[in-house]
């Protein structure tokens, strides 16, 4: 099915850097969400984005809605060795505040930081 | 305020067996979706449930698979006659109605491995 091209793949880093990941699509979204997922579990939302042009944070996070409504971006500020994981972007569709249901994923970034 | 849960964590079966998994949405969400992940991917979207209304399905639902949520509560997903290609993570989620639709929070999720 249809996924959306996330940038970069991965990303090795030292902890305290400065990180930023994005997503792209040939599709508008009026939804983007960033989730962060461990090995063997679930994905846990991170932050959640719903007007084009949003800019917002969530502790050391901070991602944006392109204004196009096609693409989206986050930052992670001060890494630290928690942060390792795989984030993934996710774009969402919905006609007056409700969802038309599915959400569509990217293919992930793998974060190692290194202490 | 208790997360989305799903049962089993792991399932191992032999090929040409059923399997049934269970999820238990966060109880104030009258929104369910089911998802499917393989490694070194973003979730799929399955299905997803409007309390016990299932209002829509992906081509990757095949005929033997099947969904439910009778009381607009919990859901099962049964898979019949499982194939190797079956191996995968079932992630389910929860969201609620109204504002914020697209918001959708994961379980834990039941990795599958078909022998």
């Known amino acids: 099915g249809q996924q959306l091209n996330q940038s970069p793949q991965s990303m090795f880093i030292q902890e305290g850097e400065d990180v930023s990941m994005n997503c792209t699509s040939s599709?508008?979204?009026?939804?983007w969400l960033w989730y962060k997922q461990d090995p063997g579990e679930g994905p846990v939302l991170l932050i959640a984005l719903y007007k084009a042009g949003e800019l917002t944070s969530n502790g050391r996070l901070t991602a944006q809605f392109g204004i196009t409504r096609k693409d989206s971006f986050l930052n992670i500020s001060a890494s630290i060795p928690s942060d390792v994981g795989i984030y993934f972007c996710?774009?969402?569709?919905?006609?007056?505040?409700?969802?038309?249901?599915?959400?569509?994923f990217g293919q992930g970034t793998i974060l190692t930081v290194h202490p | 305020d208790t997360g989305v849960s799903q049962d089993p964590r792991h399932k191992i079966t032999k090929r040409g067996q059923n399997v049934t998994f269970r999820c238990d949405p966060i109880s104030e969400h009258n929104r369910l979706y089911w998802y499917r992940q393989t490694l070194g991917q973003g979730p799929e979207f399955l299905t997803y449930f409007q309390n016990e209304a299932q209002l829509e399905k992906s081509r990757l639902l095949s005929d033997r698979f099947s969904a439910e949520r009778p009381k607009g509560s919990f859901s099962t997903l049964e898979i019949q006659r499982t194939e190797q290609g079956d191996s995968a993570m079932y992630l389910c989620a929860s969201s609620p109605q109204g504002a914020g639709t697209d918001t959708q929070y994961f379980g834990p999720g039941t990795r599958l491995t078909v022998l």
């Open positions: 599709s508008i979204f009026n939804t």
């Open positions: 996710a774009g969402g569709f919905n006609a007056g505040g409700t969802s038309y249901g599915k959400l569509t």
